[in-house]
């Protein structure tokens, strides 16, 4: 068992009154069981996570592992040796430079037998499927891959507790399932007690338990259904309810069966399937298909519209006359309206942050493959740095784009290369962190390296509106965001859109993040597009996106999961307003229902 008792902490203890990351904290975690641990960005899940590892020590209070305190140095050790934890950020933990001795590392440590260390690495890395990169060297993978490689290198000492901080931030679904399952299986089989920080609503019902917290307190605890319950508590704590609890609770009264809420897309079409009474809606399939959305409109616009920056049948590889050559792009053809919203979605090593770096001139596939208002950029003499002001770009990892160690002087450091006053510059400031939903007097002097994960994030966005670019290209920028920050954020790329004429360009592993805000999406795979069109246009291919390992929307995959067992079923809802349309129409006189058949 790990308990907190009463524990408080600050990080700048010697500044009276500063405000605490934890305050007055009383937790249980038991062995065998996954608590997941919710809360929005700094809300103090990752210092919770030190404090239980003992990394840090309460300055008030008492953090106890199995009975031992981590403030006692006699039982320091053994409070510490019991917990293994994994970082948010996988550079903060990885020690070697190779895959299999950075696995190897923490069980040799230990002193645990050779053949031991094998079998359970061979357990491991299969159900992570990491078997194939095992001889890698570290530099070189991808990170999310390196997210697996310090999972793995902690799951093989076997420890009694494991901290996990949003450990699935930069996983494809089919590395996510696996880790939900490893974590499921090791709590089942040796007892593991899980600490599972996430972001993710939908990784939550896997969990037995869930704590929530704010203001470095634990304000809800409970089962994920009852959690999950209170949609109104948990937005305003900056959380959010899984899409399947929402759908479930806006169509309610029109089913008959509500005895238990589903927590899952399977339990939920079953709970549908075995309570609507079925009938074909007369009209239309579906009126919420026919919403007609933007796709038909936006596919003309495209050709009418004037492209602000394109891509012909770019081609790029790394490291080109090599042995270690790596095709980056193996010709991408991409057309960029003026002021539209395109999004490029890929599995990890598709090309996608290849391709923006492409944009803004930083890589140089060749002549005649990028064009920026109808200019090769490669041309001889071509100005770059003008580019490069027009088009913003927010990196995958913040830690690469935060260069300097204040925040105000990292946002305005940009800014230098426009020569503006000091007040404008001051103003740009200020307005580019407020529209991140960051205060302004409470930030521009904080330490970058004092930032929570999710604080940073936001720091790297701000740093590329204050530049009030032409086009905005985004890799994974809501990686790390909590739900509400994640809403509010896309929100406000639409918002920039509509009000500046802003170009969106938006890299991304999920359509999650952007199937109802862009206008194309193009689908790549190794350095090429597999397919485009607008948001329903791709929704047509599931069978393609789940076979490339890229995230479906939350609806999309409800949606399967209900034509699974009624096949007339045939909507492709962009939202959870068209799912619940199209779901009513099924819900029929005989549920409870709206009786929408007759509309
Ligand atoms: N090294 C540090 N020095 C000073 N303050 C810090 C430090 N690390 C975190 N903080 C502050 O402590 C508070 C809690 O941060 P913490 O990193 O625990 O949040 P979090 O819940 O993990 O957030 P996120 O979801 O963004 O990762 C925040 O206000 C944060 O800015
Ligand atoms: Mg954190």
């Given at each position: 068992m790990i308990e907190l008792r009463n524990v408080t902490f600050r990080y700048n203890a010697r500044i009276k009154d500063s405000a605490p990351a934890i305050q007055s904290l009383n937790m249980v975690f038991h062995e065998g069981e996954i608590a997941a641990v919710l809360g929005k960005n700094g809300s103090g899940k990752s210092t919770l996570s030190r404090i239980i590892s003992g990394i840090l020590k309460p300055q008030f209070g008492e953090a106890l592992v199995d009975g031992y305190s981590t403030s006692i140095p006699k039982e320091m050790w053994e409070a510490r040796s019991r917990v293994g934890i994994v970082f948010q950020n996988p550079d903060d933990q990885i020690i070697s430079n190779n895959v299999l001795d950075e696995i190897v590392f923490g069980p040799e440590n230990l002193g645990i037998p050779r053949n031991e260390i094998e079998s359970r690495i061979q357990e491991i890395s299969q159900i992570l499927q990491i078997e194939s990169i095992m001889d890698y060297p570290i530099h070189e993978l991808t990170f999310g891959q390196k997210q697996l490689v310090a999972i793995a290198g902690v799951l093989a000492m076997r420890p009694r507790y494991m901290i996990f901080d949003?450990?699935?931030?930069?996983?494809g679904p089919e590395q996510t399932q696996a880790l939900l399952q490893i974590i499921q299986k090791f709590a089942r089989e040796y007892h593991l007690g899980v600490i599972y920080i996430t972001?993710?609503?939908?990784?939550?019902?896997?969990?037995d338990t869930v704590f929530v917290m704010e203001n470095g307190s634990v304000i809800r605890q409970g089962a994920p259904s009852q959690i999950f319950a209170d949609a109104m508590a948990m937005r305003q704590y900056g959380l959010d309810i899984p899409a399947v609890t929402e759908i479930y609770q806006r169509i309610k009264t029109s089913?008959?069966?509500?005895?238990v809420m589903p927590l899952n897309e399977e339990q939920f079409a079953e709970i549908f399937a075995n309570s609507a009474h079925i009938t074909q809606p007369e009209a239309t399939p579906s009126a919420a298909g026919s919403t007609s959305d933007n796709s038909d409109n936006t596919q003309k616009n495209t050709e009418a519209a004037s492209l602000i920056i394109e891509t012909k049948d770019a081609h790029f590889t790394y490291k080109a006359g090599t042995p270690f050559a790596q095709i980056g792009l193996a010709g991408i053809t991409i057309r960029v309206p003026q002021g539209s919203f395109i999004a490029c979605v890929g599995p990890t090593r598709s090309g996608k942050s290849t391709l923006l770096d492409s944009l803004n001139g930083v890589l140089k596939p060749g002549r005649n493959m990028v064009f920026y208002q109808g200019k090769?950029?490669?041309?001889?003499?071509?100005d770059l740095s003008a580019l490069r002001k027009d088009v913003g770009v927010v990196f995958q990892s913040p830690d690469a784009q935060?260069?300097?160690?204040?925040v105000g002087k990292d946002i305005a450091f940009g800014l230098r290369q426009l020569k503006l006053s000091l007040a404008e510059s001051r103003q740009r400031v200020q307005e580019s962190l407020e529209s991140v939903g960051l205060n302004y007097e409470e930030f521009r002097n904080r330490y970058t390296y004092t930032l929570s994960g999710g604080q940073k994030r936001r720091v790297t966005i701000a740093g590329a509106l204050a530049l009030r670019p032409k086009i905005l290209a985004l890799d994974e920028p809501t990686a790390g965001l909590d739900p509400q920050g994640r809403a509010g954020f896309l929100q406000m790329l639409k918002q920039l859109g509509n009000d500046r004429g802003l170009t969106i360009i938006y890299m991304t592993a999920n359509l999650e993040d952007i199937i109802a805000l862009a206008d194309t999406i193009y689908l790549l795979e190794n350095g090429k597009v597999v397919m485009s069109g607008s948001p329903k246009e791709i929704l047509e291919h599931t069978d393609t996106i789940a076979r490339m390992n890229i995230g479906l929307p939350a609806v999309t995959r409800i949606s399967a999961a209900i034509k699974r067992r009624i096949p007339s079923f045939a909507e492709n809802a962009l939202n959870l307003h068209e799912l619940e349309t199209a779901l009513l129409q099924y819900a029929g006189p005989n549920g409870r229902g709206k009786g929408l058949n007759s509309l």
């Open positions: 949003e450990p699935t931030t930069s996983l972001h993710n609503m939908d990784e939550v019902p896997f969990c089913l008959t069966e509500t005895s090769d950029i490669h041309t001889p003499g071509y935060i260069i300097k160690d204040v």
